[in-house]
């Protein structure tokens, strides 16, 4: 029995018109799906496009082109009534920067129930305030959290009240975008540790955003590495490890440190230059390697890659 | 090691006896409450919220207990200077200073209090839907405010006038012309830059409409931006009215405001000085009290007070 | 043998901040070495202390820290007659820290290049800037030494850089931009406060292996603050651990990555995923750093602490001296002779015996 992907992105352009001569392509035409329960890491340095894919899938802007399939629906283009409801509902999204995330002036519960608030999900102010405590606990809080402001916790306890905002829709999918990159080491490792502890519980699936690659393997099944607004490579998290074959993935994989003196001391980094590599992202397009493992090449450039794969990192 | 005085269960685990996965936040600490603290502890806007009281209630209970009235003409007790029974002497037509000065007062009280309402009901909400809708509607509305703008107020006055008579109405019309536009600005760059923030992001991802977002979730934020911004027009706006009396398009005969004082006491000053000094120093008192508050709120309610 | 000469030495230093909430007592007692020609590593994660640290020992506290107490001497030659001179650094006047010290003498990189580089000036002209004001050089010796530096930080184009502005640049070069203003007056002591944080991880390591080349270049002694422990093990040869503003172990960085002795470090260690982290769950150290502005009692480390001591809740611990090494010092009670031997958690201990092998090629 095959299983549908719970999202389905084929095609994403998102371009953003500066002026009459200069257009910012910061998404040119990415597709992948990720399967429900599923953590697919998505990385990328800045201005890779990643956190645009991102927010473009969630509809806080308004594709280029493209299609966007969640949960069967089509969420690209206009949407009707339903989709809204289903993409409002059913996907959300934490963000990067804990100081920002929470709206300053409200109480913690007020803040966790918006979602129930909007959508008016609760048939009695009581249920909706135990939903809140429900989420408060899960997430490794207590219930007097809830009426206190965001001003009197650590930026890693307010990431975890926007995982508890998240996740009181009961959501599908979420949306992580950097959600720990702002957080110090330490508590970076709680947070991950609780939203692999929630997917278990929930079997919920996760787009995993973010710079840090060790952290992305760790976290993710599958991984897709985005460059200059392409898909240059996607694989489950094994075989981006052991077999890269793009350049720039290689390139990648080699830049990552390793908290191990002996060997950051005398590690040297693969330099890896778009202009200069002779690529053209434009004319390439995915081929296969294995069900799952995909890079974006033209013909010559993937014989190429094929003949360089077992090349030392 | 010599200084430690050690127990025999020192080097014991503490172990169950704590609970380390327990997370702890700081106490409660309501933002209003520091605010108030921080406004009351600054000499100068406590002063300036005095002084306003003062006003205030002279003004409201001069003209009612006075035996005087401020629009009876006695010219056997014109230009008295300030004394026992006149405490800021008499004008012209022996009309009784002290009670037409609190009575121009009322006058530039309700004119603050109307520069206010216009304020916060066209002003912020213009600059509100400007700023949050962005793209055409933004560039509508601020072309449309620019054009407002770039007339000038005597000329709407003056037009006015043709049709109206001069009155305080005649005169809050013409305030309202372009007493919001300032204020609008003011919103508009404020909720420019609270627009992206990922708080708002999140409500927008979470489905809310956009009038949720932008009173539940933008206009809470940048309220106190809004309130300082308040108090510092209106001396402005008192100033206004107080200069339109000056130059003669302001109320009428028996009126009196402080800017009607101020131009009666000015044909005497060279001989009855304290007929023009002593209006002056009241409008002047009365625009420093509201200046002196609204830097001691800016104090109070700064946002990078936001942090822990 | 060559013998190290010290540099900096910082004893027994205490700074408090000033806030609404009250007194907060940043740094409580902190004690630091550098050496010529080395380079430390202040690691710690946010509220620790180590960026507050360095600000003292450049001049440039906020306006409401003070130093309540302690020493930062400072060692150097003077530029002109060679003589040794020492100054204690906190008895300085602002005018003199001024005038000698800041950007002459030691000169800081700091994290973000974005907002370090004053974006209505030219490249050329904030790299000249500080020569000609310390120095009094003239524009067109300012104008040689500067395309100099750009060369120096691996910037090609030189000349034509100096004309450009802030903003034509991408993050990797302002950085080396950044670097290139703090060696413009040859100072002899490098602060980098995270300068690889903000830049993308391809960059990072370029940065890093420029500063160390220009280190051996130029005999620069550096002071690296991070909580990137990848950053530590790549250019660090001594490493300082921070908590709640004090150091709480300090060692060669063979010592503190092979041989961590704090259950701080344990968990800094533990929490990073290397590439062949596969359990279930990272080790994390649960709960969050001390609010500062509450007394510290006993030590500060212990309500997160799984092997805390009874001692440990009523008297902070000193540091004791791991036996066998004369740079390997740890704050803990669990070095005292009569406390229980704790081992490090199996995970960590089966890690660093990967990582020793690894090295070996």
Redesign the interface.
């Known amino acids: 029995m095959e299983q549908q992907p719970i999202l389905s992105v084929k095609d994403l352009k998102q371009h953003f018109r500066i002026n009459r001569k200069f257009t910012v392509k910061a998404v040119d035409g990415i597709s992948f799906d990720i399967m429900p329960g599923e953590t697919y890491g998505l990385v990328g340095?800045?201005g890779s496009g990643k956190s645009t894919t991102g927010?473009s899938i969630?509809r806080?802007y308004k594709p280029t082109s493209g299609s966007i399939v969640f949960n069967g629906t089509e969420i690209g283009g206009k949407m009707s009534q339903k989709a809204?409801?289903e993409?409002?509902?059913n996907?959300?999204?934490i963000?990067?920067?804990p100081?920002?995330?929470?709206?300053?002036?409200?109480k913690v519960l007020d803040?966790i129930a918006?979602?129930l608030d909007?959508?008016k999900a609760y048939s009695s102010v009581e249920e909706r305030n135990e939903k809140v405590y429900q989420m408060l606990e899960l997430v490794?809080?207590?219930r007097?959290?809830a009426?206190?402001?965001p001003?009197?916790?650590?930026?890693?306890?307010r990431q975890r009240i926007?995982i508890a905002?998240a996740l009181i829709?009961n959501p599908d999918l979420i949306i992580a975008d950097e959600a720990i990159s702002a957080l110090?080491?330490?508590?970076?490792?709680?947070v991950?540790?609780l939203m692999?502890k929630i997917q278990k519980e929930t079997n919920i699936a996760y787009l995993f955003i973010a710079?840090?690659?060790?952290?992305v393997?760790?976290i993710s099944d599958r991984i897709g590495v985005l460059h200059l607004g392409h898909l240059v490579e996607t694989g489950t998290a094994e075989e981006i490890?052991t077999n890269p074959l793009h350049p720039y993935t290689k390139?990648?994989l080699s830049?990552?440190?390793?908290?191990?003196?002996?060997?950051?001391?005398t590690?040297?980094?693969l330099?890896?230059n778009y202009e200069e590599s002779g690529l053209d992202y434009n004319a390439g397009t995915q081929h296969k390697i294995t069900d799952t493992h995909y890079v974006l090449a033209t013909e010559e450039e993937f014989k190429s890659f094929i003949e360089h794969q077992h090349d030392a990192i | 090691m010599d200084k430690f005085e050690f127990l025999p269960d020192d080097f014991e685990f503490v172990g169950e006896k704590q609970d380390i996965?327990k997370?702890v936040?700081?106490?409660?600490?309501p933002?209003w409450k520091d605010a108030l603290g921080r406004f009351f502890k600054n000499k100068g806007s406590v002063i300036g919220l005095v002084i306003i009281a003062i006003y205030v209630i002279l003004a409201i209970i001069v003209p009612i207990i006075s035996q005087w009235n401020y629009a009876e003409i006695n010219t056997s007790l014109s230009n008295i200077s300030p004394n026992g029974t006149h405490i800021f002497g008499t004008d012209n037509y022996g009309r009784d200073i002290f009670v037409r000065l609190w009575r121009g007062t009322r006058v530039s009280l309700f004119i603050a209090v109307v520069a206010v309402v216009i304020d916060v009901f066209v002003g912020v909400t213009y600059g509100m839907i400007s700023g949050y809708f962005g793209g055409k509607v933004d560039n509508i509305l601020q072309r449309f405010q620019e054009i407002v703008n770039s007339i000038p107020t005597l000329v709407v006055l003056t037009l006015l006038l043709t049709v109206m008579k001069p009155s305080l109405t005649t005169i809050i019309i013409a305030l309202a012309f372009t007493e919001w536009i300032p204020m609008s600005r003011i919103t508009r760059a404020q909720v420019l830059k609270i627009k992206e923030?990922?708080?708002v992001?999140?409500?927008?991802?979470?489905?809310?409409?956009s009038f949720?977002i932008i009173f539940k979730?933008i206009l809470?934020?940048i309220v106190n931006q809004l309130i300082i911004m308040c108090m510092m027009t209106i001396p402005n706006a008192i100033f206004y009215e107080a200069y339109l009396s000056f130059v003669g398009l302001g109320l009428p005969i028996p009126e009196a405001s402080l800017g009607t004082l101020v131009n009666d006491g000015s044909k005497f000053f060279l001989v009855y000085a304290y007929q023009m000094i002593i209006p002056s120093i009241a409008l002047a008192l009365l625009m420093l009290s509201f200046n002196l508050v609204a830097d001691g709120l800016r104090d109070a309610l700064d946002p990078t007070m936001?942090?822990? | 043998m060559e013998e190290r000469e010290r540099i900096l030495k910082v004893r027994n230093l205490n700074i408090s901040f000033k806030t609404d909430s009250g007194k907060v007592n940043a740094i409580r007692g902190v004690n630091l070495d550098l050496y010529k020609g080395e380079t430390i590593a202040i690691v710690g994660?946010?509220g620790s202390g180590k960026s507050v640290t360095t600000k003292a020992i450049m001049g440039i506290l906020a306006n409401n820290g003070t130093i309540d107490s302690g020493s930062i001497e400072y060692v150097w030659y003077d530029e002109y007659t060679g003589e040794r001179q020492e100054r204690d650094i906190v008895q300085l006047s602002e005018r003199e820290m001024q005038k000698d010290i800041r950007g002459r003498k030691i000169a800081m990189v700091f994290q973000d290049p974005m907002t370090s580089l004053n974006p209505t000036m030219t490249i050329g002209k904030q790299i000249m800037e500080p020569m000609i004001y310390h120095y009094h050089r003239t524009k067109e010796e300012a104008y040689a030494k500067a395309v100099e530096l750009l060369q120096l930080v691996g910037i090609t184009d030189a000349e034509k850089r100096m004309k450009n502005y802030p903003h034509q640049l991408s993050?990797g070069m302002r950085q080396r931009i950044v670097i290139a203003i703090a060696l413009s007056c040859d100072p002899y002591v490098l602060i980098c406060d995270e300068p690889t944080t903000a830049l993308?991880?391809?960059i990072?390591?370029?940065i890093l292996?420029l500063i160390q080349d220009i280190q051996k270049k130029k005999e620069l002694s550096v002071i690296y603050i991070t909580?990137?422990?990848?950053?530590?093990?790549?250019v660090?040869d001594f490493v300082n651990v921070m908590y709640a503003g004090k150091i709480i172990e300090t060692g060669t960085?063979?010592e503190i990555?092979y041989d961590p002795r704090h259950p701080y470090t344990w968990?800094?260690?533990?929490?990073?995923?290397?590439?062949d982290?596969?359990d279930?769950?990272?080790?994390?150290?649960?709960g969050?750093?001390p609010n500062l502005a509450h007394e510290v009692k006993g030590d500060a480390f212990a309500p997160r602490n799984q092997y805390a001591l009874n001692i440990d809740l009523r008297e902070e611990p000193p540091m004791f001296d791991v036996p066998g090494s004369n740079s390997h010092k740890v704050a803990s009670w669990l070095m005292h002779e009569k406390a229980p031997k704790v081992e490090m958690p199996e995970s960590l201990k089966k890690r660093i015996e990967k990582?020793?092998k690894?090295?070996?090629k």
Request: proline share 6%; net charge negative.
């Open positions: 340095e800045s927010r969630i806080l809204i409801k993409l409002r509902t996907m959300q999204m963000f990067q920067d100081m920002a995330c929470l709206n300053p002036r409200k803040i918006e979602g909007i959508h490794g809080l207590s007097e959290h009426s206190r402001y001003h009197q916790f650590s930026g890693g306890q926007g905002r829709m110090d080491v330490s508590i970076q490792a709680q991950v540790n692999k710079h840090d690659l060790s952290m393997k760790y490890f390139s990648l830049a990552i440190p390793h908290p191990n003196p002996k060997v950051e001391k590690r040297t980094s330099t890896y | 996965t997370d936040v700081a106490p409660a600490k933002f923030d990922e708080f992001l999140a409500s927008r991802t979470l489905g809310a409409s949720f979730e809470p934020n936001k942090e822990m | 994660e946010s993050g993308d991880v391809t990072q390591a370029k292996e909580h990137d422990l990848g950053v530590v093990a790549k660090a960085i063979d990555f968990g800094l260690l533990s929490s990073m995923p290397d590439l982290t596969d279930d769950e990272l080790y994390t150290i649960p969050t750093p990582m020793k690894e090295g070996v």
